[in-house]
């Protein structure tokens, strides 16, 4: 059984900053890649930022410059460091890893449960 657990959303106001944290636990062999994605209310959740085990590195055109994804590999942490938010950055962020179990032989991807940014002054 595999768990992700966010933290760090909540209000902030055009211009500020927050750091969303995502731990992966349970019966994990191996974690390929670690994201963030979100998803605005009427829209398709997107990528925001990527981060393999070797420290590459994938990030969403309308994020690049103000977030920042960084991990921890033995801890199995994974954290997103937004500055200059704005409006259009409101939405619910979802931790997302690729990984693989010590039962299954295949990477499969998990999801956690949710955080909500709200970027309103």
């Known amino acids: 059984q595999v768990q992700l657990v966010e933290s760090g959303g909540g209000l902030v106001q055009p211009g500020g900053s927050l750091t969303l944290s995502c731990a992966a636990s349970?019966?994990?062999?191996?974690?390929?890649?670690m994201g963030w994605y979100r998803q605005a209310q009427g829209n398709e959740r997107e990528l925001v930022a990527a981060?393999?085990?070797?420290?590459?590195?994938n990030y969403a055109d309308f994020v690049k410059g103000r977030f920042t994804i960084s991990r921890d590999n033995a801890k199995k942490t994974v954290s997103l460091q937004m500055n200059s938010l704005q409006p259009e950055d409101t939405a619910v962020y979802y931790c997302?890893?690729?990984?693989?179990?010590?039962?299954?032989?295949?990477?499969?991807?998990?999801w956690g449960q949710g955080t909500q940014v709200t970027v309103n002054s």
């Open positions: 997302k890893s690729r990984l693989r179990t010590y039962f299954e032989g295949a990477y499969s991807d998990y």
């Open positions: 349970g019966t994990i062999f191996n974690i390929a890649v």
């Open positions: 981060i393999t085990t070797s420290g590459a590195t």
